[in-house]
């Protein structure tokens, strides 16, 4: 039986969102391959995950047998989300772009998640080789040759976090963009182009959460 971690991150409401669209029709097309199969869903935007602080962090750097009963509290969270991740067939990710960087709520989440000498910092992480898919959506373009591309810290910043030198996941992004343009004075020229990269995104996660699903049940 496979398992997905789906975990999206969009602070609007389904409907609203052009990320949490895109990782429903991964979703959707990844379920009708495994009916039968375990989803493991997070909302960090209804349900949030609390800032890592200071006792948990630490609890992160000190064998399990060793934590103080503060230290095993804190870093209950963390096992937990890290034990998701590594019990998990593939991931699904909707981190669209705010403020030029990934919102607050994933972050918190990777900062749990990243244990040193477990998920991350060592040559065999927990969760290494898992695929992994990243919709990563943008109100405006950054693409290479745009005029914001220096702008651009998303996709650079999950690279490293998720990827090689980090959890060591398997990535593919699916980058919708221009998804302002229906609603923002200035950019209604580039209407017909957000609905053609939006077009795309839904394509190309029907056809990655359909072939992923295969792969994985063969």
Same mark, same amino acid.
């Given at each position: ?13 389904? @409907?609203?969102?052009?990320? /949490?669209?895109?990782?429903?029709? &991964?979703? $959707? ?15 960090? %935007? #209804? ?5 890592? !602080? ?11 047998? %060793?934590?103080?009963? !503060?230290?095993?509290?804190? &870093?209950?969270? /963390?096992? +937990?989300?890290?034990? !998701?991740?590594? +019990?998990?067939? $593939? ?5 669209? *772009?705010? %403020? ?7 972050? #918190? ?5 990243? =244990? ?15 695929? $992994?898919?990243?919709? $990563?959506?943008?109100?405006? @373009? ?8 220096? &702008? ?10 998720? @990827?090689?030198?980090?959890? @060591?996941?398997?990535?593919?992004? =699916? ?6 343009? !229906?609603?923002?004075?200035? *950019? ?9 990269? /939006? ?20």
């Amino acid at each position: 039986m496979a398992t997905l971690l789906h975990i999206d991150t969009s602070v609007h409401p389904d @409907g609203a969102s052009v990320s /949490r669209s895109v990782t429903a029709s &991964f979703r $959707a097309a990844w379920e009708a391959q495994h009916p039968d199969g375990k989803v493991i869903y997070r909302d960090l %935007n #209804a349900d949030p995950i609390p800032h890592l !602080e200071s006792v948990g962090a630490v609890a992160g750097f000190i064998p399990p047998q %060793n934590h103080t009963p !503060e230290q095993a509290a804190a &870093f209950a969270l /963390r096992d +937990q989300l890290a034990t !998701e991740l590594e +019990q998990a067939d $593939a991931v699904l990710i909707g981190a669209p *772009m705010y %403020n030029y960087t990934i919102p607050s709520t994933l972050k #918190a989440w990777l900062d749990h998640v990243i =244990i040193m000498g477990r998920t991350s910092g060592t040559e065999s992480p927990s969760a290494a080789g898992k695929p $992994a898919t990243v919709v $990563a959506s943008r109100g405006g @373009g950054y693409g290479p040759g745009t005029p914001r591309e220096s &702008f651009e810290f998303v996709l650079p910043y999950l690279e490293k976090v998720l @990827g090689e030198g980090g959890f @060591g996941l398997d990535l593919d992004f =699916i980058v919708p963009e221009l998804t302002l343009a !229906e609603s923002t004075p200035g *950019m209604e020229h580039l209407i017909e182009a957000a609905k053609d990269s /939006r077009a795309k995104a839904h394509e190309a996660a029907e056809s990655c959460g359909k072939a992923l699903a295969a792969r994985l049940a063969a």
